[in-house]
C-alpha cells in the first residue's frame, strides 16, 4: 500500500500538482519467521532493570522510569497506557489514539500505537520515530528485523523537503503556536501527499504528540482533528 502511494504521489509532483506533502522513508532489512510475544497494559514483562539505552540489549520493562526516560521525550510520546482524544470536523465526532502494547525483539522496544483504529508499530531511535512498515494494522510484529521507514524525523531549523517511502515529505517548525482544545503548542508541522487527491498536514509538539490534523481534498473539503485532552500513563 505504502509504495502505491508513494508512486502516485511523486508522479503527481513531477506533472506540477502543487498539493502539500509528509513524512516517511524506508529502509531495507531483514527477514525472519520468528515471533515475540506482544504485552499490553495488564500483560506480562521482563523482570525491571536499572539502566537501558537504546543500544543496550537490556530489555527495557513496561513504562519503567529507565525507559520512560528516553521514550517520552520525542515528538510522539512512548508509553503503554498513554491516551489522545481527538475533536473530528467533517463529519463531527470523537477519534482517540493510545499506546496499547510493548514488544521487544532482540532488545528493542516496538510500542503499537493505534490512531483512529488504524495500528502503526513505532520505534525510538535517537530522535528519529521509526515505524514497522509492513505491520500497518497487524496486532503482532513476527520478524526479528522488520522492515523500517521514518514515522518521524527531527527538523533543526529551516524548512526540508525530501522524497521517502510514503510519498514526497515537507517538514518545517510551526510558524506560530497551534491552539487546539487540549492548550496553545509549538510544533512541527509535517505534511504529506496521501493520494493526487490528498494531502495531510499534521503538527506534534514535543512531549504531547499529535496536537492537530487536516485531511484537504483537491476540491477544498477539509477534515481536522483537533487534541481535546493527552492522558498520560500511569507510573
Known amino acids: 500500500m505504502y509504495k502505491h502511494v508513494a ?3 511523486v508522479i503527481t509532483l513531477l506533472a506540477g500538482c502543487n498539493l502539500k506533502s509528509d513524512m516517511l522513508s524506508g529502509f531495507p532489512g531483514q527477514s525472519s519467521s520468528t515471533s515475540t510475544a506482544v504485552a499490553g497494559t495488564s500483560g506480562t514483562t521482563a523482570a525491571p532493570e536499572d539502566h537501558w539505552t537504546p ?25 503503554v497506557g498513554n491516551r ?3 475533536s473530528v ?21 516496538w510500542y503499537r500505537y493505534t490512531f483512529d483504529g488504524h495500528i502503526h508499530w513505532l520505534t525510538q531511535d535517537d530522535d528519529r ?20 521507514q521514518e514515522f518521524l524525523r527531527p527538523v533543526a531549523s529551516d524548512r526540508q523537503r525530501y522524497v521517502t517511502e510514503g510519498g514526497f515529505m515537507q517538514a518545517e517548525r510551526c510558524s506560530q503556536p497551534v491552539k487546539v482544545g487540549a492548550g496553545s503548542f509549538d510544533c512541527v508541522s509535517y505534511s504529506l501527499q496521501v493520494t493526487p487527491q490528498e494531502v495531510r498536514d499534521d503538527d506534534y509538539a ?30
Open 84 to 86: 489522545w482524544t481527538y
Open 206 to 235: 514535543r512531549n504531547v504528540g499529535l496536537i492537530r490534523r487536516q485531511l484537504m481534498t483537491a476540491s477544498g473539503g477539509v477534515t481536522t482533528f483537533s487534541l481535546d485532552a493527552f492522558t498520560p500513563a500511569k507510573r
Open 55 to 79: 543500544s543496550s540489549p537490556i530489555k527495557p520493562v513496561l513504562n519503567d522510569p529507565a525507559t520512560l526516560s528516553l521514550t517520552q521525550q520525542g515528538w510522539l510520546p512512548l508509553a
Open 89 to 109: 470536523t467533517n463529519p463531527a465526532r470523537v477519534a482517540t489514539a493510545q499506546v496499547d502494547a510493548i514488544q521487544v525483539i532482540e532488545g528493542t522496544p
Open 7 to 9: 508512486l502516485l504521489g
Open 129 to 148: 520515530l521509526l515505524e514497522a512498515v509492513d505491520y500497518y494494522d497487524q496486532s503482532a510484529i513476527t520478524e526479528v528485523n522488520p522492515r523500517t
